[in-house]
């Protein structure tokens, strides 16, 4: 049973559109994160939620809305798609997001391409 | 605020030598460290964690790391490098509360056999 499911794995769009991916954790964890990774593995954290409350939101373009519609969700929508929005999209979950001890558990990432 | 840099993006060893990814941090409280890895196409897998308990940690595929607060490294050894070592390794430090937990930029372990 896979801890942190993301769907869909490859994702292949034009510019322009609207698409979304859909992130679920049954690790029972109360916090959620996305993180963008570039094509130089570089990791950064667009947003994250602790029980389905809004806590960090990076300077990410508004064309991306994160929704958590209870704490094992955490979905993000992409409005208005851009040749730089191409990069993998990690979930991640962690027991609770002010613990300093604990470890993030990763989903295995979507891969966004933007023609 | 915190930082962690990985002084080496790219190390490459024979199979069967030792490994070493460095790792420096910086955080204005006591932090906890993570070491994880990413092989091609997946996700991150956590390595090994240190939250302020034992210096010298061990992790899962014979890794292990030292915590040393006098020079704020922790840096990541293995002695014998296997051919399915190879993969990117992210430090990645942590110091509470609803803070973003900061990645390191990454080191490409490349094994040759």
């Known amino acids: 049973d896979t801890a942190v499911s993301q769907t869909p794995k490859y994702l292949v769009t034009q510019m322009g559109n609207d698409k979304s991916i859909k992130c679920e954790q049954n690790l029972g964890h109360d916090t959620m994160y996305w993180y963008k990774q570039d094509s130089k593995k570089f990791l950064k954290i667009m947003f994250s939620y602790n029980n389905k409350e809004l806590i960090i939101n990076e300077t990410v373009p508004n064309r991306f809305s994160p929704k958590s519609p209870d704490k094992a969700h955490l979905n993000l929508h992409i409005n208005s798609l851009e040749l730089g929005d191409s990069a993998v999209y990690f979930c991640?979950?962690?027991?609770?997001?002010?613990?300093?001890?604990?470890?993030?558990?990763f989903g295995e990432g979507s891969r966004l391409t933007v023609l | 605020a915190q930082s962690v840099t990985q002084l080496d993006s790219h190390v490459s060893v024979s199979e069967g030598t030792p490994v070493l990814l460095r790792c420096n941090y910086s955080?204005?409280?006591?932090?906890?460290l993570f070491w994880y890895v990413q092989h091609p196409n997946k996700g991150l897998q956590l390595l090994l964690k240190y939250t302020s308990a034992a210096t010298l940690v061990k992790g899962i595929n014979g890794f292990e790391a030292e915590f040393k607060k006098s020079e704020t490294s922790f840096h990541l050894t293995k002695p014998s490098a296997h051919m399915s070592d190879a993969a990117e390794y992210f430090c990645?430090?942590?110091?509470?509360?609803?803070?973003?937990?900061?990645f390191g930029t990454g080191t490409k372990l490349q094994v040759i056999p």
């Open positions: 991640a979950s962690s027991q609770d997001g002010q613990a300093r001890t604990g470890e993030l558990f």
């Open positions: 955080s204005s409280y006591s932090p906890s």
């Open positions: 990645v430090v942590r110091a509470g509360g609803y803070q973003k937990v900061t």
